[in-house]
């Protein structure tokens, strides 16, 4: 199969509320900007159900549906969206060049695209459980009463028992944030303590509407799409008892992990994997790569803060450009 040779002045990794508002605002500065979709088009609000905390839309909107809206305004202005699956990539040499495959098991290179900037939205992935009945729906209850975000769901399981499964610093931050909402809330933890920081710990252990499973395990998620979470079968791997434990709501708070493994050893990572930027910017410590969205932010994650970094690489590319371009013009009339 012939390789499909592209050249772009701005090309954005991820489709997801960073990527898409980067090419928004590219395509209004008429940068025709390429949209590589990835591996999960649209991001991880397609796997959401409701979303009430993004601005504009004052009965919510599903998750889906919103993600297609960001679509549609990114093609209206010329965005191009290509679905491929980026390999490698060569951020020494200008242009930069990323290297297509039309699937993650393809060893075969089906697109080569240069361009003279790039922005990285490719988001971060949470870490789940691989146990049944946490997948998203139909197959499981992802999205239907199982979260991997406090501050994106919790508002729905007001006045309803929960679970929050992990014992770190996010662990505890969600546990802490539910309680705002839940009736009860169950922290579950397959150590006998705690790996979070000691203050995080004792608000916790204090808190009067926490309660703590130690060393134990979540084997299943139980409930159906209809009706949603119902219980959670626990298995306790010192007395090796296993009880189902009805709840309505289970929150995963084992992490997230950037996905950025594609750029280790060429851009600035902090030690987890997000890609560092400078100062207020969305710069790189390669000039003309931008990051934006859950590829660099570790703290707030959540899709309005993705939307207004996507926002700033795209002005920071526009910039690079016209100062590039002006060079150029300047060298040229030197010359002359």
């Given at each position: 199969?012939?390789e499909e040779?592209?050249?772009?002045?701005?090309?954005?990794?991820?489709?997801?509320?960073a990527?898409?508002?980067?090419?928004?605002?590219?395509?209004?500065?008429?940068?025709?900007?390429?949209?590589?979709?990835?591996?999960q088009?649209?991001?991880?609000?397609?796997?959401?159900?409701?979303?009430?905390?993004?601005?504009?839309?004052?009965?919510?909107i599903?998750?889906?549906?919103?993600?297609?809206?960001?679509?549609?305004?990114?093609?209206?202005?010329?965005?191009?969206?290509?679905?491929?699956?980026?390999?490698?990539?060569?951020?020494?040499?200008r242009?930069?060049?990323?290297?297509?495959k039309?699937?993650?098991?393809?060893?075969?290179?089906?697109?080569i695209?240069?361009?003279?900037?790039l922005?990285?939205?490719?988001?971060?992935?949470?870490?789940?459980?691989?146990?049944?009945?946490?997948?998203?729906?139909?197959?499981?209850?992802?999205?239907?009463?199982?979260?991997?975000?406090?501050?994106?769901?919790?508002?729905f399981?007001?006045d309803?028992?929960?679970?929050?499964?992990?014992?770190?610093?996010?662990?505890?931050?969600?546990?802490?944030?539910?309680t705002?909402f839940?009736?009860?809330?169950?922290?579950?933890?397959?150590?006998?303590?705690?790996?979070?920081?000691?203050?995080?710990?004792?608000?916790?252990?204090a808190?009067?509407?926490?309660?703590?499973?130690?060393?134990?395990e979540?084997?299943?998620?139980?409930?159906?799409?209809?009706?949603?979470?119902?219980?959670?079968?626990?298995?306790?791997?010192?007395?090796?008892?296993?009880?189902?434990?009805?709840?309505?709501?289970?929150?995963?708070?084992?992490?997230?992990?950037?996905?950025?493994?594609?750029?280790?050893?060429?851009?600035?990572?902090?030690?987890?994997?997000?890609?560092?930027?400078?100062?207020?910017?969305?710069?790189?410590?390669?000039?003309?790569?931008?990051?934006?969205?859950?590829?660099?932010?570790?703290?707030?994650?959540?899709?309005?803060?993705?939307?207004?970094?996507g926002?700033?690489?795209?002005?920071?590319?526009?910039?690079?450009?016209?100062?590039?371009?002006?060079?150029a013009?300047?060298?040229?009339?030197?010359?002359?």
């Amino acid at each position: 199969m012939p390789e499909e040779q592209i050249h772009k002045k701005v090309v954005i990794m991820g489709s997801g509320p960073a990527g898409l508002t980067a090419a928004v605002y590219a395509a209004r500065a008429q940068l025709e900007p390429l949209v590589i979709d990835g591996p999960q088009p649209g991001g991880q609000l397609t796997i959401t159900t409701d979303v009430e905390n993004y601005p504009g839309f004052a009965s919510g909107i599903m998750g889906p549906v919103l993600m297609d809206e960001f679509r549609m305004q990114a093609e209206r202005f010329g965005t191009q969206i290509l679905n491929v699956w980026i390999g490698r990539v060569d951020l020494k040499n200008r242009p930069f060049t990323l290297y297509g495959k039309s699937s993650q098991d393809s060893n075969e290179i089906s697109h080569i695209i240069r361009t003279d900037t790039l922005i990285i939205s490719t988001g971060a992935s949470a870490k789940w459980l691989g146990i049944p009945g946490e997948g998203p729906v139909p197959e499981g209850l992802g999205g239907n009463g199982v979260s991997a975000c406090a501050t994106c769901d919790g508002f729905f399981f007001r006045d309803k028992p929960i679970v929050v499964v992990g014992g770190g610093d996010t662990a505890m931050e969600e546990a802490l944030f539910l309680t705002k909402f839940a009736s009860k809330v169950t922290v579950i933890h397959r150590r006998d303590e705690f790996r979070a920081s000691k203050i995080m710990q004792d608000r916790v252990l204090a808190h009067n509407k926490i309660d703590v499973l130690w060393n134990t395990e979540v084997r299943e998620i139980i409930g159906k799409k209809e009706t949603g979470v119902e219980g959670v079968r626990l298995f306790n791997n010192k007395t090796m008892d296993e009880i189902i434990l009805p709840t309505q709501g289970v929150f995963i708070a084992i992490g997230h992990k950037p996905n950025t493994e594609l750029f280790k050893g060429v851009l600035e990572m902090d030690p987890t994997g997000y890609l560092k930027t400078e100062g207020r910017t969305m710069k790189t410590n390669i000039p003309g790569v931008y990051a934006c969205g859950d590829a660099q932010d570790s703290y707030y994650r959540q899709a309005v803060t993705a939307a207004g970094t996507g926002c700033m690489a795209a002005i920071d590319a526009e910039r690079y450009l016209a100062e590039k371009l002006h060079e150029a013009e300047k060298n040229t009339a030197t010359n002359w």
